[in-house]
Structure formats: structure tokens, C-alpha cells
């Protein structure tokens, strides 16, 4: 167990829809990452967030959207759906804000299926 | 951008035999390197990680990975691996803050 948390474990919703997936980082952790593992383009780095600023954004649509709130858990959207939103969403998170020289901690993801 | 190359989609290997993961990466400038593994149903978990020194990096679970700069070359050996090393193994790369992964190559452990 990372000490990560996601909710939910599982979602399936409809094209066009509107889904917000949850993460709660480690305690002490500051940074919170999230990540897209699909069949089709792998694993990506969406965008990271330190004590409530983003950091360093990846490959993120301009579909998706993420904030981190002041108690640190994150939340990542994703709006009109698509069928190749079908992925298992990662969150990680790490102490400070340099996550490529700190160990990131990966949480358990949230499965999405876009029907 | 960075690319992160693993040539080998697949890996078998038998109980008690040395394993070598390949992953190669586009850019030569400075980077930090990674390797993570990935157990069925699991999130990632860092194995070992490359940002300075020495060029020979040791991990968890007996792993070791050596930065070659010339080659641009980061790959994962084992000297002995055990059924338990049966997972996916992701190499990945750091450049200014954003994460490249590769494509992941399956370490399949027969007894």
C-alpha cells in the first residue's frame, strides 16, 4: 500500500459526459501527479501540481482539468468524453515539487470506460 | 520531446537465469532516468532511479541499471531472477519536469 488513495476504483459513463476522478497524496506529500495508461498511447504524464500550483504539464487535453485543493487531495476532469478516454487513470505523489528527483508514490487508479 | 524506446515487448526467461531490459531514449541532454515495475491490478513502483554520479545504479529486489550517455542507454539487469519478477516493467525519463515513459516490456518468469 502506497498511501495513495483514488476513487472510485471503477467508472464507465457515456460519450459527451463529464466525470471528475479523485486522489488524496500521501500524508506529508505536497505534489500530486497524474497519469493516463491506455492501450493505444501507453502511459503519459498529464500534470503536476505543488501545494496548489501546477508545476509541469505533459500530454493533458484540453478537455481534461485538474486542480489541487488546500487540503492537497486533487481532482482531475474530463469533459466530453470520448471513446479513447477509455484508460486507467494514475495519481502519484511525492514530498516536494521536484518529482523527477524524488520517488513518486503511485496510488491503485481509477479504471475509466467510456461506453 | 523525449522518446522512450523499449524494443522488447516480451521477455521470457527462466527461474534462476539473468535478465536483461533494454530501454534506449532520444535525447541526450540532461536527463534523469528511470525504472518502475508494474504488478497486475497494481499502480507503478519505483525500482531504481539514474540523476547523477555513478553510472551503475542499484534498486530494489536485486535490480541494477547502467546509464550509458554515449548510447543514450538505460537498461535493467538481473542477475538472478525469481517467479515474483513476473510483472511490467516501464523504463521512463525526466526533462525539465515532464515524465516520457516507454512502452512497457512483460518480464515473464517460468519455473
Known amino acids: 500500500d502506497s498511501g495513495v488513495t483514488q476513487t472510485p476504483k471503477h467508472l464507465i459513463t457515456a460519450t459527451g459526459q463529464r466525470v471528475t476522478l479523485r486522489c488524496s497524496p500521501r500524508s506529508g506529500d505536497l505534489s500530486v501527479y497524474w497519469y493516463q495508461q491506455s492501450l493505444d498511447q501507453g502511459l503519459q504524464f498529464l500534470i503536476q501540481?505543488?501545494?496548489?500550483?501546477?508545476?509541469a504539464k505533459g500530454n493533458i487535453l484540453e478537455r481534461f482539468s485538474a486542480q489541487q485543493f488546500p487540503d492537497l487531495h486533487s481532482e482531475l476532469n474530463l469533459s466530453s468524453l470520448e471513446l479513447g478516454d477509455s484508460a486507467l487513470y494514475f495519481c502519484a505523489s511525492s514530498e516536494g515539487f521536484s518529482g523527477a528527483q524524488e520517488t513518486q508514490y503511485f496510488g491503485p487508479g481509477t479504471r475509466l470506460l467510456v461506453l | 520531446a523525449q522518446s522512450v524506446t523499449q524494443l522488447d515487448s516480451q521477455v521470457p526467461v527462466f527461474e534462476e537465469a539473468p535478465v536483461e531490459l533494454r530501454c534506449n531514449y532520444s535525447s541526450s541532454v540532461s536527463v534523469y532516468l528511470f525504472w518502475y515495475v508494474q504488478y497486475p491490478n497494481q499502480g507503478l513502483q519505483l525500482l531504481l532511479k539514474y540523476l547523477s554520479g555513478s553510472t551503475l545504479v542499484k534498486g530494489i529486489n536485486g535490480f541494477e541499471a547502467e546509464f550509458n550517455k554515449s548510447q543514450t542507454s538505460f537498461h535493467l539487469r538481473k542477475p538472478s531472477v525469481h517467479i515474483s519478477d513476473t510483472a511490467e516493467y516501464f523504463c521512463?525519463?525526466?526533462?525539465?519536469?515532464?515524465?516520457?515513459f516507454g512502452s512497457g516490456t512483460k518480464l515473464n518468469v517460468k519455473p
Open positions: 521512463a525519463v525526466s526533462e525539465f519536469n515532464k515524465f516520457y
Open positions: 501540481y505543488y501545494n496548489g500550483e501546477e508545476r
